[in-house]
Every structure is written in structure tokens, then in C-alpha cells.
């Protein structure tokens, strides 16, 4: 029997994917937002959030880099990006502790950023980068040897 992928009982969401569920009860009354990933989900959601608030940071960078020539409405969307940013960190902290989410998140953004300003505004991909590029692999790989 399927689950389905949307429950809504009165006053109380809940998204049901694969194992992650997503609840969102009575926000306005200052209840928080709550996380459920089933066992063995947990990677697989994080690697999610992550993907989706790097594209979000690497799309913010886009719009801010674009309006350099003095456009207010890349400007402003660049901002309201960044601000979205907040939603995808702020559930990815209830999975994951700082340090560990910092470290996948600035490597994640180097790596974007990389790629986009090589292909979208055509820098130049030197030596230096891509050395940039192997050490935030290291850092990775260092980061979770126990």
C-alpha cells in the first residue's frame, strides 16, 4: 500500500517521502518546524537541503554579481535568495552538527562557484583554482575519518 505524499489534518501538514517526514504544525503560534527522518535517511535528506541552499547561494551570488552594473532588481533579488538560504541551513542544523555542515556546505559552494564563474562568466579556470578545488576535497575527505 502507498503512503501518500501529502497529509493534512486539521491544522497539521505533513510531507511523507521516502521515509522523511516533514511536519509543520501551528507555526504562527511559535511552534517549530519539526524533522522526522526515518533510519537511514538522514544522509540522503542533508545531501537535499545542502544541494538545494548551495544552489540558492550560488543563484544569490549570480543575481548580486549581475547587478554590479547598477541593477537594483538583481540587487534585490539577490537578496531575497540569500534570505531563503536561512530555510534549508536551519533544517539541515537539526540533522547535522556545525561543524560537519560548514565544512560540506563552504566545499559545496566552492565547488559551485567554481564551475558557474568558469561556464556562466567565463574566469578563468587557473592552476590556483583548481587547487582550491583538490584541497576542499581534502578537507572533506579529513573531515570525516574518526
Request: overall charge positive; charged content about 10%.
Amino acid at each position: 500500500m502507498r503512503r501518500p505524499l501529502l497529509v493534512i489534518i486539521s491544522g497539521y501538514l505533513e510531507f511523507r517521502n521516502g521515509g522523511i517526514i516533514l511536519q509543520l504544525s501551528n507555526l504562527s503560534a511559535g511552534n517549530s518546524l519539526k524533522i522526522h527522518p526515518q533510519q537511514g535517511m538522514k544522509p540522503l535528506l542533508l545531501c537535499i537541503l545542502v544541494f538545494g541552499g548551495v544552489s540558492l547561494t550560488v543563484l544569490a551570488d549570480f543575481f548580486l554579481k549581475k547587478s554590479a552594473a547598477h541593477n537594483a532588481s538583481f540587487l534585490l533579488v539577490g537578496i531575497a535568495l540569500y534570505g531563503l538560504v536561512a530555510f534549508p541551513v536551519a533544517l539541515a542544523f537539526r540533522i547535522t552538527g556545525f561543524g560537519q555542515l560548514f565544512l560540506i556546505w563552504e566545499a559545496a559552494t566552492v565547488v559551485a562557484g567554481l564551475i558557474i564563474a568558469t561556464i556562466t562568466f567565463r574566469e578563468a579556470l587557473t592552476w590556483e583554482k583548481l587547487a582550491a578545488f583538490a584541497l576542499v576535497l581534502i578537507a572533506l575527505v579529513l573531515s570525516y575519518r574518526h
